[in-house]
């Protein structure tokens, strides 16, 4: 534990002015930035996995600029910080690649849900990866996608709007459309609600337990072992759903954790609809 405490305490008073001063030299460099947007090009997969794969130095650099980007936008609020993040990510970053990814699981709910409805709502549809996975699956059903990235905005005008007529996309804060729950009460998130911190999620379940009609939603989410809310990294959060449901008064339906625990996909209505 000391050894630990050490090493951070070097690297927060040592290193990470050093990665910073690095980090803002980049931020500033078109040269870095023409990098970024024609290089880092790899859809579907962990950005900073396949850099590491080329380049060891780019994989540094890379660490540095974010470094510096953290540092420069500390002072936003979680979901200003959010918003900035995507944008910065650029579209070579965000888009996914139109393959499978949704587990067994996750399509059983998915399929009580979409027998339910004509309408489902995606909260974080990023580069659409999984919404279009859905969109074939459901033909007919019609799937709404929000972000708050701009990036999303021209995925979908460049691609997703002609070749998938039954996606829709708004590019906004779910915060502030929370009417369109109202009207189509199915939702579902994928790796999204772990960029709310306690006060985002609290926030939302509660809008979500005001609106008059039982929202159903499927849930796909980092979850903690133990504890109520973890910031595991930076800007992003394990919550245990199941608690929070149980504060709300919601009725979980159906759940499964990943092998190791530390991923849920949880089904639940927000009262009774039966």
């Known amino acids: 534990m000391a050894n630990k405490e050490h090493n951070r305490f070097l690297y927060y008073w040592v290193a990470r002015p050093i990665w910073i ?11 870095w930035q023409h990098i970024r947007r024609n290089c880092f090009n ?18 540094h650099l890379n660490a540095a600029y974010y470094e510096y980007f ?12 959010q918003k900035a993040h995507w944008d910065d990510y650029g579209e070579t970053g965000y888009k996914m690649l139109d393959e499978p990814r949704l587990g067994d699981d996750f399509l059983t709910m998915m399929d009580d849900m979409a027998r339910r409805t004509e ?20 033909a007919e059903k019609e799937f709404f996608g929000f972000d ?8 979908y ?10 996606i829709r996309f708004q ?4 915060f502030d459309h929370i009417q369109e729950l ?8 994928y790796l999204t609600l772990m960029h709310f911190d306690e006060a985002g999620l609290n926030d939302f379940f509660a809008k979500l337990a005001g609106i008059e009609k039982p929202v159903r939603g499927i849930v796909r989410e980092p979850t903690p072992k133990e504890g109520l809310s973890k910031n595991y990294k930076s800007r992003d959060y394990k919550h245990n759903y199941p608690v929070y449901f149980e504060k709300y008064g919601f009725m979980l339906i159906d759940s499964s954790l990943s092998e190791n625990g530390e991923t849920g996909t949880f089904y639940f209505v927000t009262k009774s609809d039966s």
Do not use: M
């Not at 659409?128 to 969109?135: I, M, Q, S, V, Y």
């Open 182 to 189: 109202e009207t189509s009460p199915f939702f579902y998130t």
């Open 70 to 81: 953290e540092f420069r936008k500390r002072h936003l609020s979680q979901r200003e910080w």
């Open 157 to 166: 005008d460049k691609e997703v709007k002609t070749l998938y007529p039954n």
């Open 42 to 59: 790899f859809p579907g997969k962990n950005v900073h996995v396949e850099i590491k794969k080329i380049s060891k130095i780019l994989f």
């Open 119 to 138: 309408r489902v709502i995606e909260i974080g549809c990023g580069g659409f990866g999984r919404t279009r996975e859905l969109a074939k699956r459901y």
């Open 21 to 31: 001063a690095i980090g803002r030299l980049l931020y500033k460099s078109a040269a």
């Open 171 to 174: 590019k906004g804060d779910i």
């Open 148 to 155: 708050i990235s701009e990036v999303a905005q021209d995925i």
